[in-house]
């Protein structure tokens, strides 16, 4: 399966799940914003969670079918169409070659993920077939997708995937009529974002804590898959200690020396040396890769074991639903 | 004075996410701390858990990732997966508390060539007149002193580097430059280091290196790694681009 970029969007990349065993050597995880979108996609055709998918930021994208394809897309910044044709998300979609497929603004969120049966098939770099653009590393060709391009995707498809393209293959445009509801798995207010109070929590005045639990913080224009600057009341200190640096993730808050705070996110550095004030819930972190610059979100403290209880039961969760579909297909 | 540290080793443990924990070890740059951070990272990678990822050394905490998923399925005792890994963690100290020292011997040493001065080290004039030494005495200064790597951060390949003369230390531009070559080699503060890809940055720039600090192609993509020893070789012009050939 085969398509070519005729619009590449904004910043359209390849990625996967992500890049960890480099991060010693400072190469950051990069992969999906939106993990929960990206692996809806890959779930909906029988591809493993990590293969590789496009992600586009925002819509006014469009590429072509060179070959028949069966595709799936998740995600919140665009609505896919061929021609006048809507294609709905989240379920698997016969596609034949020569057609034309736009994305269309979707302003509920910002990263749309693109599967196809099989996976983008880019060499593996590091360990991940994620794009790193600032080292020029991984994805297609270590760069954003440009007019012209050619993506194929590995010849190797799952049991599963061969039966869903028997099921649709056809000479016209055809889907399954069942999908994967995502929004299930999360919480209906979106920009509600759990978090748990990170190791310099105590460093911060209780009143700005206050404020860090209960006023909005608005994503400035800077924002990007390095991180979201969050604007709103400063967070002060009331311990000035020098934090040495030391390892950071994606979903650390860091508060800067002027007040005003950090989230780290996917292609973040390895270490920072800025107080953390909270970690964003894991469960939560593909909410915060719908952002964009300008939305208001809220903090809401959870503790650390309710964190992990709430990542376990997801992943019990999307287990069940790929086991679902791979039954289905048997 | 290295013999008696595995006695010395102690640290806290806090959750850094999910699906990672950071190891406390102290609150300052230092050597003996380094070594400890090292060691201690040597004996994870030979005695690894269910769910282990990898580990990120800096300079006075050693953070630990795993996949949550084996780590609550495994039979390490705890009741929560933060539990389990710092109990795993801490038993791992006092076992090793007990073992002989497996000392490191393979400290490896790296020396940069360097191009210093002219168009590769615009800063290396302002350097010596704000702490009032000749060029040569800043060349000569930097070149002599060996360098510790203490940790790799900031971006791919980038060493902190510890070890050099105060005499040299000098603040940052007031406003950074758009992009600074891949390979400079500049100072910040009390500190040394040498860009490995072309990024914004305001070091004072006392030269430039031909090699590669970061290649993605190599198994070892970074040059450097915590716990090397680093030397500046000055270089010419003309040996400058006999690398690139």
């Not at chain 1, 997708?145 to 190797?156: C, P």
């Not at chain 2, 858990?49 to 705890?78: C, H, N, R, W």
């Not at chain 2, 105060?166 to 009390?190: D, F, H, N």
Request: a negative charge.
């Amino acid at each position: 399966m085969q398509i070519r970029i005729v619009k590449p969007g904004i910043l359209s990349t390849v990625q996967d799940l992500g890049r960890m065993q480099y991060l010693s050597q400072a190469v950051p995880v990069s992969g999906v914003m939106d993990s929960l979108s990206a692996r809806t996609a890959n779930m909906a055709l029988g591809n493993p969670d990590n293969a590789a998918v496009i992600e586009f930021t925002y819509a006014d994208a469009e590429f072509i079918a060179e070959s028949d394809l069966l595709l799936a897309y998740a995600g919140d910044g665009a609505i896919l169409q061929a021609g006048e044709t809507v294609i709905l998300e989240e379920r698997p979609y016969f596609i034949p070659a020569g057609t034309s497929i736009q994305l269309v603004n979707n302003p509920t969120g910002s990263r749309t993920y693109l599967a196809i049966a099989g996976g983008f098939d880019v060499p593996e770099v590091l360990g991940s077939r994620s794009t790193y653009i600032t080292a020029g590393l991984g994805g297609f060709k270590g760069r954003a997708l440009q007019m012209g391009d050619v993506l194929t995707a590995s010849d190797n498809l799952s049991y599963t995937s061969t039966k869903i393209l028997s099921s649709l293959k056809g000479a016209h445009i055809n889907f399954a009529h069942w999908s994967i509801a995502r929004r299930m798995f999360q919480p209906a207010d979106n920009k509600r974002i759990r978090i748990v109070p990170a190791h310099e929590f105590n460093w911060f005045h209780g009143i700005s804590i206050v404020n860090f639990l209960s006023e909005g913080y608005t994503l400035g224009q800077r924002s990007n898959r390095m991180g979201y600057h969050l604007e709103g009341g400063p967070i002060n200190r009331i311990i000035k200690n020098e934090l040495l640096s030391t390892g950071v993730t994606p979903g650390t808050i860091q508060v800067a020396g002027d007040g005003t705070m950090v989230m780290l996110m996917a292609d973040c550095q390895t270490t920072g040396g800025y107080p953390r004030i909270a970690q964003v819930a894991s469960v939560d972190m593909p909410l915060c890769g719908q952002f964009k610059p300008g939305d208001t979100i809220y903090f809401e403290d959870i503790s650390r074991q309710t964190a992990e209880m709430l990542y376990i039961e997801r992943e019990a969760e999307l287990l069940q639903l790929r086991e679902a579909i791979r039954l289905k297909y048997l | 004075m290295r013999s008696p540290i595995n006695s010395a080793i102690s640290f806290g443990i806090y959750s850094l996410s999910e699906q990672s924990v950071t190891l406390e070890f102290g609150h300052e740059i230092s050597e003996e701390l380094h070594h400890q951070i090292s060691s201690f990272d040597r004996l994870i990678h030979s005695n690894t858990f269910a769910g282990f990822k990898t580990t990120v050394p800096a300079y006075s905490t050693l953070s630990i990732f795993y996949d949550i998923l084996e780590v609550s399925q495994s039979d390490m005792p705890g009741e929560d997966c933060f539990t389990k890994v710092s109990n795993y963690l801490h038993q791992l100290q006092s076992e090793q508390l007990t073992q002989p020292n497996t000392p490191n011997n393979s400290i490896t040493n790296i020396t940069i060539p360097t191009c210093y001065g002219g168009e590769y080290g615009e800063d290396i004039a302002e350097v010596a007149q704000l702490n009032n030494l000749s060029i040569d005495e800043v060349i000569s200064l930097h070149s002599t002193a060996i360098y510790k790597v203490y940790m790799i951060g900031f971006v791919p390949g980038f060493a902190y580097l510890g070890g050099m003369d105060q005499r040299l230390a000098t603040p940052r531009k007031p406003s950074p430059r758009k992009a600074i070559p891949a390979g400079s080699v500049g100072i910040a503060g009390e500190q040394t280091g040498i860009y490995p890809l072309e990024t914004p940055g305001g070091w004072q720039l006392l030269g430039r290196t031909p090699i590669k600090l970061f290649d993605a192609n190599k198994a070892q993509p970074s040059l450097l790694k915590a716990g090397d020893q680093v030397k500046f070789q000055p270089i010419d012009h003309n040996q400058f681009n006999q690398y690139h050939q």
